[in-house]
């Protein structure tokens, strides 16, 4: 039996080796090892032109929208803000048209972390541009630091994982407004949302952690599960 193909998106960066700089197609290797690991065919998919979007949902078997660097916040109306990091619009562009295409195709996907900001905005929903602002501390922009987020059982999020899961998830922005058909489904202690599935799909969860890091390789298993079928 082949295994499902499993796309990831990926930043188009300068990148080094040996005596060459070039701009190449950059992905950490925890997303293709975890996919491969649950039994999927993991491939990066570079932020190129937009042309090609709709073949990529037609030749895959499901989606990853990986982690990385915060979005525009002009993408969903709000005003730039200088304590982010510079925007990527071709990343941006790219993602937000992926996340469309696939939820139009019903094509499973899994949205991490920035993913599911991206999956958010793609929906017509809005992001708090600086977290700690709003709720007024700043643990959840502390690396490395682990908190227990509630999860509701019922969710397919619930069904992989139970109804908490122990994270690190270290962000500056958060879900705001939920975009269309999307639910909160896990929240942090401060209600934080962070986790959200889309009403109606077979299988459209994004998480604010990174589950492909670490040893419990659930989620990913999940995604391809649904992948296969």
Not at 77 to 92: E, F, I, K, S, T
Not at 167 to 173: D, F
Request: net charge negative; glycine share 14%; proline share 7%.
């Amino acid at each position: 039996m082949s295994r499902p193909l499993i796309g990831i998106t990926a930043y188009l960066e300068a990148a080094r080796w040996g005596t060459w700089v070039r701009e190449a197609v950059l992905s950490p290797a925890s997303y293709v090892r975890a996919v491969e690991k649950a039994g999927g065919a993991p491939v990066l998919l570079p932020p190129l032109g937009l042309g090609g979007i709709d073949g990529y949902t037609a030749g895959l078997s499901g989606l990853i929208l990986a982690g990385g660097t915060e979005l525009d916040p002009g993408l969903y109306g709000a005003a730039a803000d200088g304590r982010l990091d510079g925007p990527q619009p071709h990343r941006d562009r790219f993602e937000l048209a992926m996340a469309r295409s696939a939820v139009q195709a019903g094509l499973p996907l899994l949205a991490v972390a920035r993913g599911m900001h991206v999956l958010n905005v793609a929906q017509g929903g809005t992001l708090i541009p600086w977290l700690p602002e709003v709720v007024g501390h700043d643990r959840h922009g502390e690396p490395g630091r682990p908190h227990t987020v509630q999860i509701s059982v019922s969710s397919a999020l619930g069904k992989a994982l139970g109804d908490r899961a122990e994270v690190t998830a270290p962000h500056r922005q958060a879900v705001k407004r939920l975009g269309t058909g999307l639910l909160a489904v896990a929240w942090a202690d401060d209600q934080i949302v962070e986790g959200v599935e889309l009403q109606g799909h077979r299988f459209a969860v994004g998480v604010q952690w990174h589950p492909e890091r670490g040893d419990d390789n659930r989620l990913i298993e999940a995604l391809v599960e649904a992948a296969a079928h």
